[in-house]
């Protein structure tokens, strides 16, 4: 082969990995974030008093968080636990609010956290971005009188279940709870488009490699109907995660009613509660 046939076939390879290179990142891009641009509802609009709160990230992004206490032991000497709440890719928390108030009435506070990019908070949203939206709403609870720091509970559904997986490593949180979540970013996008490398995603959400890591006691949801969230990807985090651990099948689709109105979960995470509670 002559030499400028060599390098035109070097150019022409060179080429198509860069086209392949941008496919696959304009792909994931699309495929993680949703964010929603405006909050449509509130905690008061369903009665429910909360805190309005912003919320400063370590590389100055400004998140938007509701704290919604719980009414039942706001006067008991002994504190709840608390719940922070990270939601899926899409929207916002304010359309989590059924969500929001189904966690508050197991009697815990339930802070609920939009990430960079999403309706008021600042930012862009990004993997290491929205984990350190997690982080600064962790640190933020440790700084408050009222909440116990050694009760605070990670709870994430789909992508908030990443999240919160990633928080639970970085930060002592007192439980784990994951709803609907995968494993990772790179096995979803085989799944999705599976004659794209993954080695050339920049997005990973390993979160079956970090929860392994976790020492916690670890809940995990998942149901066999679930056409977005493969069931084997929750299985498959149950299986890695160390015990303590539980795994909950739920009925119902990727969406929270499911869940909501499932006798056997909501048994499951009462009784998860309030052994988190009563420590």
């Given amino acids: 082969m002559s ?4 390098m035109s076939l070097f150019t022409y390879l060179s080429i198509a990995y860069l086209c392949l290179f941008l496919i696959v990142r304009y792909l994931e891009r699309r495929s993680v974030f949703f964010p929603g641009k405006r909050i449509k509802y509130t905690p008061d609009e369903i009665g429910i008093d909360y ?16 704290l919604i206490k719980c009414a039942k032991t706001a006067a008991a000497s002994a504190r709840p636990a608390t719940v922070i709440f990270a939601h899926g890719n899409a929207g916002t928390m304010g359309e989590r609010l059924v969500k929001i108030k189904f966690l508050h009435d197991f009697g815990v506070n339930v802070l609920a956290f939009d990430y960079r990019g999403y309706a008021r908070s600042s930012g862009t949203p990004s993997e290491r971005g929205v984990y350190r939206d997690a982080k600064a709403v962790f640190d933020y609870l440790n700084t408050r009188q009222d909440i116990d720091p050694s009760k605070i509970i990670a709870y994430g559904s789909s992508l908030g279940g990443a999240v919160m997986i990633d928080l639970a490593v970085k930060r002592e ?26 080695f050339m995603m920049s997005i990973k959400f390993d979160s079956v490699s970090k929860i392994r890591k976790v020492k916690v006691p670890k809940m995990i949801l998942h149901s066999p109907r679930d056409r977005i969230i493969p069931y084997d990807m929750g299985k498959e985090l149950f299986q890695e995660a160390k015990e303590p651990k539980y ?20 048994a499951a995470l009462e009784k998860f509660f309030k052994e988190v509670s009563k420590r």
């Fill in 3 to 6: 030499p400028s046939l060599m």
């Fill in 51 to 66: 805190e309005d709160l912003y919320i400063r990230t370590s590389d100055g992004v400004e998140i938007n968080a509701w």
């Fill in 173 to 198: 949180v007192a439980a784990l709870i994951v709803e609907s979540s995968f494993t990772s970013a790179v096995a979803i996008g085989k799944r999705l488009y599976p004659y794209l490398p993954g």
């Fill in 247 to 266: 795994f909950v099948e739920f009925d119902g689709g990727h969406d929270e009613g499911g869940l909501i109105k499932d006798v056997r979960a909501h």
